[in-house]
């Protein structure tokens, strides 16, 4: 089983451009979930999707964040424009069926954003 | 908030000795996960307990749940150096909402 998949692993950028970030779950999951991970904030859920549906966006920062689940197999977490205090690890997890399962992450996108 | 929170911050300890970590948490729960996440990487599920349980296993982890204390701890015995991460509280709340996780805990076992 591949596990969680997300791209970039690495991603340098400069402020004002957009960051585009990609996961794709493990096959079968119904739900998942973006965090981000900084050192002051610890990690901060901003989206969930269930069925491809997003049914909580509360934790999304600011209008710059955008996220989208077209199919079953992808999700995109798009920063537009981007700003240096966006920098973080960026991760995706996906759970079984319930959003209260438990969750399996990718490895994360770690963001610089100079 | 219903964010768990783990104690202590940070905790180091020398190879073989036990670790013992600690989560409270201020609202009832459904059940409790213990996640790791070692440096660079992303989180991995340790261990589930349900709120009608008080104690499990799995190899040398070790937790515990005091639903009256509104608390659960992680234990690992005999600590190897590999064991050196991150270790988070999950907590699955009623109402269909997703797991909080806690601000972690970061052992560091020194060989």
């Known amino acids: 089983d591949a596990g969680v998949i997300q791209s970039p692993r690495h991603e340098v950028t400069e402020m004002g451009q957009e960051v585009t970030l990609r996961c794709k779950p493990i096959?079968?999951?119904?739900?998942l979930f973006w965090y981000r991970q900084t050192m002051m904030r610890g990690l901060e859920l901003l989206i969930y999707?269930?069925?491809?549906?997003?049914?909580?966006d509360s934790g999304m920062p600011e209008d710059r964040f955008s996220a989208k689940m077209p199919n079953a197999s992808f999700s995109t977490l798009k920063i537009q424009p981007s700003e240096p205090r966006d920098s973080a690890v960026y991760f995706c997890?996906?759970?079984?069926?319930?959003?209260?399962?438990?969750?399996?992450f990718g490895p994360g996108t770690r963001l610089t954003v100079l | 908030s219903q964010q768990g929170e783990e104690d202590p911050q940070a905790l180091s300890i020398q190879e073989g000795e036990n670790a013992t970590m600690n989560c409270s948490y201020k609202?009832?729960?459904?059940?409790l996960q213990w996640y790791r996440q070692n440096s660079g990487r992303g989180l991995v599920h340790l261990i589930l307990?349900?709120?009608?349980?008080r104690e499990k296993h799995s190899g040398r982890l070790r937790v515990t749940l005091d639903t009256s204390k509104k608390s659960s701890s992680l234990l690992i015995t005999a600590s190897r150096a590999a064991d050196t991460a991150s270790y988070f509280c999950?907590?699955?709340?009623?109402?269909?909402?997703?797991?909080?996780f806690g601000k972690g805990t970061r052992l560091s076992v020194i060989a």
């Open positions: 997890a996906s759970s079984a069926s319930e959003i209260t399962d438990t969750q399996y």
């Open positions: 096959s079968g999951h119904n739900s």
């Open positions: 999707f269930n069925n491809n549906v997003p049914i909580d």
């Open positions: 609202t009832s729960i459904n059940n």
């Open positions: 307990i349900r709120s009608n349980e």
């Open positions: 999950a907590t699955e709340h009623s109402g269909n909402t997703p797991l909080v």
